[in-house]
């Protein structure tokens, strides 16, 4: 079992930064990618970011590449999506996910664990 819950959301001006967190519950976190993703009102989820249980191997959306940063830290249970130069089209719930798997993965099918997601909203 692994409980999730993310924190770091809020309303920010477009061109700004943000820094989601996630805090992860359980033993097999660091044996675990994690993921992110996002949903906009009336669209499905989406992928955002993904990292291997190691922190290598990053992927990301061609929609956030070079602008946001995925990062964990294993000693403290912790996966960070640091969001630079954002845009309205960012405006979303943003879901931290934990895989079933110990490699990094763009496919929702593959995460088992999801938290309840933090407001993000670009102004422009």
């Known amino acids: 079992q692994v409980q999730l819950v993310e924190s770091g959301g809020g309303l920010v001006q477009a061109g700004g930064s943000l820094r989601l967190a996630c805090t992860a519950s359980?033993?097999?976190?660091?044996?675990?990618?994690m993921g992110w993703f996002r949903q906009a009102p009336g669209k499905d989820r989406e992928f955002v970011a993904t990292?291997?249980?190691?922190?290598?191997?990053?992927i990301y959306a061609d929609s956030v590449l070079g602008r946001f940063a995925i990062s964990r830290d294993n000693a403290k249970n912790m996966v960070y999506l640091q969001m630079n130069s954002l845009k309205p089209d960012d405006t979303a719930s943003y879901y931290c996910?934990?895989?079933?798997?110990?490699?990094?993965?763009?496919?929702?099918?593959?995460?088992?664990?999801w938290g309840q997601g933090t407001q993000v909203t670009v102004s422009s």
């Open positions: 990292i291997s249980y190691t922190g290598a191997t990053p």
């Open positions: 359980g033993r097999t976190f660091s044996s675990i990618a």
């Open positions: 996910a934990a895989s079933t798997q110990s490699g990094a993965t763009s496919s929702q099918d593959l995460y088992r664990y």
